[in-house]
């Protein structure tokens, strides 16, 4: 099992950057396939960004170029830094972990991820 903590949302304005990062905890940070998920109210989960135990790393098509997924092993910590941001980025993020197949952008099976708490995003323009 793996607990998960995220940090540094914040509000900014359209164009801005921010980072993101998930602390991990529990065993086995490395192995696990590690995404970020969005969620606006009244819409469902979304995945924005995942990265393989092997470090590839997928992208929804609206981050691509934007949005950049990264993790320190060492650290157990998981990262998204998000440049030139738009206000329809704004959203609650979560950052997420599950065993196997890595299919983050997919958005599917969400019942098999361990998730934190979130933390809030928003743009304005």
């Known amino acids: 099992q793996v607990q998960l903590v995220e940090s540094g949302g914040g509000s900014v304005q359209a164009g801005g950057s921010l980072r993101l990062s998930c602390a991990a905890s529990?065993?086995?940070?490395?192995?696990?396939?590690l995404g970020w998920f969005r969620q606006t109210p009244g819409k469902e989960r979304e995945g924005v960004a995942g990265?393989?135990?092997?470090?590839?790393?997928s992208y929804a098509d609206s981050v691509k170029g934007r949005f950049t997924i990264s993790k320190d092993n060492a650290k157990n910590t998981l990262y998204l830094q998000m440049n030139s941001l738009k206000p329809e980025d704004t959203a609650m993020y979560y950052c997420?972990?599950?065993?196997?197949?890595?299919?983050?952008?997919?958005?599917?099976?969400?019942?098999?991820?361990?998730w934190g708490q979130g933390t809030q995003v928003t743009v304005s323009s």
């Open positions: 997420a972990a599950v065993r196997g197949a890595c299919a983050v952008v997919a958005g599917i099976n969400l019942f098999r991820y361990y």
């Open positions: 990265i393989a135990s092997d470090g590839s790393t």
């Open positions: 529990g065993r086995a940070f490395s192995n696990y396939c």
